[in-house]
């Protein structure tokens, strides 16, 4: 019997999850999210108070009927994320993708951003690894911290800085363990303290 989830899909829980952690009440902000799929993240965003969500996925067909039908999403498919840019600029990005690197789609989310604005994007290990250090598709959990250092290097050498992490509660495709991080830009080092941030979770957890 499948695990009963309050959203359309289990994603949603990893973003509860992280939502949670880092103390971030999304109620009234305008949200993007990366690689929505059925909109388990787009779910989660308008269940927690979010005014409005682009729904971003390189896919057709495949989001929630009640989420597409929802007034507060905006569904963006056939859509890459990489190229993307909103018609407003976002108080929140949310990212969930596969097959590409932080490194590369984070660059697009911070085309979506107002000044201020706040990421929370989900790394999956397994897709930042060398291909040689997977085995049948999973990284070993002995390779887990050295991918994720190299990942974290990267992030803030692209300008942002990590205020929080967590480990996913739901694992990834084929068991692979993933992690939520929170990401405001140097660049507005001054203005990312939002007003409805509950608490700075800055040290790495998980």
């Given at each position: ?59 057709y ?24 840019i ?12 596969g ?11 911070r ?5 201020g ?26 390779r ?8 974290r ?54």
């Amino acid at each position: 019997m499948a695990e009963e989830t309050p959203y359309v899909s289990r994603a949603g829980l990893k973003l509860e999850a992280a939502l949670r952690a880092f103390g971030i009440d999304v109620s009234g902000f305008v949200c993007c999210d990366f690689g929505s799929h059925t909109g388990g993240f787009v779910d989660c965003l308008l269940q927690h108070g979010a005014a409005r969500v682009y729904a971003v996925e390189p896919g057709y067909g495949v989001l929630d009927y009640n989420l597409r039908r929802d007034p507060r999403v905006v569904v963006c498919e056939r859509t890459n994320a990489l190229r993307y840019i909103p018609p407003e600029r976002c108080d929140l990005v949310t990212i969930d993708v596969g097959w590409t690197q932080q490194r590369l789609i984070l660059p697009a989310a911070r085309r979506c951003l107002k000044p201020g604005g706040h990421v929370i994007t989900l790394v999956k290990p397994q897709y930042e690894a060398p291909k040689e250090m997977l085995v049948t598709g999973l990284l070993p959990p002995a390779r887990l911290a050295p991918v994720l250092g190299a990942c974290r290097a990267e992030i803030e050498q692209l300008g942002w800085s990590i205020r929080g992490q967590i480990e996913s509660p739901i694992r990834g495709h084929g068991g692979n363990t993933e992690y939520v991080l929170w990401l405001s830009s140097k660049e507005n080092a001054t203005e990312t303290r939002s007003p409805h941030q509950k608490a700075d979770s800055s040290k790495p957890a998980g």
